[in-house]
């Protein structure tokens, strides 16, 4: 971390266009702004906040590096229900093959590594320094709340990464990685599981205090407010199997958010104004990244080599879990290689040189053929339900789960009836809900390590040269850690390297 984490990446928060920082903004240089005049008022420092904002949008060191977008691919590639349906010009492939995270020399390690410190680096600097910027007490508590949140949440991505799952049933003393809680430049040791936890747990409480009085406020949904916080407070009490605690969080991280529509649905997952959406980027029309884009690997329509030759499909053992009359049916389409069987839509929105799939997802729609821009979500309402639904009934509260539940499938599905499921049996029904609802969001790796789940992609659509026979891992291998990075190893002698 020695070179990393101690940046304030103002360059991003240039992008960004905000009328309360346009006279500032015009009188600094683009690539840098001085830390004594960031800090000097609350409207300086929000543009620091909204460079963190930003950079979750921005293209590190390759196209294939789309800062959160990009790990949220990752992620699901790993993973058993994103299919590569063929290895495309190569993008994230050797990812999905369980080859990439373990290697510490690879380009996407260091990348995920730096990219996240980068994040809780900049949010320390506003940490360090926002209480005595000049301004209003509240415009103080929401930056430094927001600030407060990112840490955590960046310190929450990593642990889940590059460190032994959180067991709850231990002690946690396995290495995590380092705590860093301040403007520093010397990279650290690592932290155990049970101390990374135990810190994103208090900065998560900071931040709730500070941003609960603001209700639920904030400039935009990239900005981070108390629903947010609740919501990631949600997933940490899902980690820790404090089910209790995670279903009633989920409840409030909801509140004042309406599940989309049906028509909404097939609007391309791309608009941060949908009425679910609690926390999602917002990309401007003149931002475009092009290749370093969400929607440039995951959507129907983009025009890259990627999209046209390799589009991605749902496990096709999950869809067939789908019911006929659940509108998310629609959201792939099992006979996409049959011009006669086709859904038209696939045509229509596609040009004649698109490869097509069985299987292949229409969820994920770019501006266009020519445009990748498109908002991306990192939390909706629809995954507080699930998340409430499943901690119920992991705490043997049946009905009440089936009850969330019902709440949730019957706004996707009209014919959906009551669970009359109980136990195990209910909290499968749930996942395989968990696992179509957010097909593509990024959550799959991280609930199977969760829950101690081995990854089987077997009797699916997975195309075993395109994987490299990479159908299986057990549960609980080493693989399961991302490896150090290397220059993370040579720079900082406190380092540990995970077991390969």
């Not at 990446?9 to 830390?35: G, K, M, R």
């Not at 980068?118 to 930056?143: F, L, S, T």
């Not at 099992?334 to 086709?342: L, Q, T, V």
């Not at 599905?413 to 968990?434: C, F, H, K």
Request: charged content about 20%; glycine content about 6%; overall charge negative.
């Amino acid at each position: 971390m020695k070179k990393h984490i101690n940046k304030l990446f103002i360059a991003a928060a240039l992008l960004v266009t905000t009328s309360c920082a346009e006279d500032y903004l015009d009188t600094l240089p683009t690539d840098a702004v001085p830390e004594e005049l960031v800090f000097t008022t609350t409207k300086n420092a929000m543009t620091a906040l909204n460079g963190i904002h930003r950079m979750l949008l921005l293209r590190f060191d390759s196209q294939g590096q789309p800062a959160e977008s990009g790990v949220m691919i990752m992620r699901d590639v790993m993973s058993d229900d994103v299919v590569f349906t063929t290895t495309g010009n190569g993008w994230f492939v050797s990812m999905g093959r369980w080859l990439t995270h373990s290697n510490e020399n690879a380009g996407d390690v260091r990348f995920v590594w730096r990219y996240y410190y980068k994040v809780i680096g900049n949010a320390n600097m506003i940490i360090a320094n926002i209480d005595d910027a000049e301004g209003p007490q509240e415009e103080r508590d929401e930056i430094k709340g927001q600030a407060l949140a990112y840490r955590a949440w960046a310190h929450l991505n990593l642990v889940q990464l590059f460190a032994e799952r959180y067991d709850a049933a231990g002690a946690n003393s396995q290495l995590g990685v380092p705590i860093v809680l301040e403007p520093i430049t010397e990279g650290g040791a690592r932290n155990t599981v049970e101390e990374v936890y135990a810190q994103v747990t208090a900065d998560l409480a900071a931040a709730e205090s500070l941003l609960a009085p603001l209700g639920g406020s904030r400039n935009a949904k990239s900005h981070l407010n108390i629903n947010v916080v609740k919501g990631i407070q949600a997933r940490v009490a899902m980690i820790k199997e404090d089910y209790t605690t995670a279903a009633q969080l989920a409840s409030e991280a909801r509140e004042g958010f309406e599940l989309m529509s049906e028509s909404a649905l097939y609007e391309g997952f791309n608009n941060v104004d949908n009425s679910e959406w609690i926390w999602g980027s917002f990309q401007q029309d003149d931002q475009q990244t092009f290749f370093a884009s969400f929607f440039a690997y995951m959507s129907l329509n983009f025009s890259s080599t990627n999209i046209r030759s390799n589009p991605k499909a749902i496990n096709s053992s999950l869809y067939d879990m789908i019911p006929d009359s659940d509108y998310r049916k629609g959201l792939w389409d099992p006979n996409a290689s049959d011009s006669d069987m086709r859904d038209p839509f696939i045509d229509e929105v596609t040009l004649s040189s698109f490869t097509k799939k069985d299987y292949m997802n229409r969820k994920f729609l770019a501006q266009g053929n020519a445009s990748s821009v498109g908002d991306v979500p990192y939390m909706r309402a629809a995954e507080m339900y699930l998340n409430e639904a499943e901690a119920l009934a992991r705490s043997g509260n049946d009905a009440q789960a089936a009850q969330v539940l019902y709440d949730f499938v019957s706004e996707r599905d009209p014919e959906y009836t009551m669970s009359s499921n109980t136990g195990d049996a209910l909290i499968e029904e749930i996942m395989v809900q968990r696992r179509i609802e957010l097909w593509g969001e990024g959550f799959r790796f991280y609930d199977l390590k969760r829950l101690n789940l081995p990854l089987d992609r077997t009797g699916a659509n997975f195309v075993e040269s395109v994987i490299n026979g990479k159908f299986t891992e057990p549960a609980g291998t080493n693989a399961w850690q991302w490896q150090i990075p290397i220059d993370e190893l040579n720079t900082n002698d406190l380092m540990v390297q995970n077991p390969s």
